[in-house]
């Protein structure tokens, strides 16, 4: 059954992003499911990057494509990851998206990603990402359902 999962380094303490991030995602038809990851060890920042891109995909469902989010990645107009969405949807593909924390991804992350998709060349604050990211699901879902949501 096609599911979304969204891995997310850094725990939302209750503001205006999870806010965001609850409201698209209860419009959204598809089940999706928001998996926290965080190391809070003292550690250097290379190795508190390791553990959360390993905590990361450790979090991906078996069977799951992953698909990470860098800014070095490919770039998709809505129409576009919409298309993408429902050819995943069509073939049962289930994806999980991982973002990274204030450091970005760990290479790992990078190398195991079947997709690795930008959401703009612009950096964006990781928690902020994630309601980004489920509009643009939301977007996708409506795009594919013919609504007139996705107009510019």
Do not use: C, N
């Not at 049962?92 to 924390?101: E, R």
């Not at 703009?120 to 879902?141: D, F, S, V």
């Amino acid at each position: 059954m096609f599911a979304i999962t969204i891995i997310a380094v850094g725990r939302h303490k209750g503001d205006a992003l999870k806010a965001l991030q609850e409201l698209y995602a209860e419009r959204i038809r598809w089940p999706v499911t928001i998996r926290e990851v965080e190391e809070r060890r003292k550690l250097s920042p290379a190795e508190i990057k390791q553990r959360e891109g390993e905590a990361s995909i450790a979090a991906v469902p078996k069977g799951a494509m992953l698909v990470a989010l860098d800014a070095r990645g490919k770039t998709l107009s809505s129409a576009e990851f919409a298309q993408q969405l429902g050819r995943w949807r069509d073939a049962d593909i289930s994806p999980a998206f991982v973002i990274g924390g204030a450091d970005g991804l760990a290479d790992i992350v990078i190398e195991q990603a079947k997709l690795v998709l930008s959401l703009g060349a612009m950096t964006w604050p990781h928690l902020l990402t994630r309601g980004m990211l489920l509009e643009q699901i939301y977007r996708a879902q409506q795009i594919l359902a013919g609504h007139p949501y996705h107009r510019a």
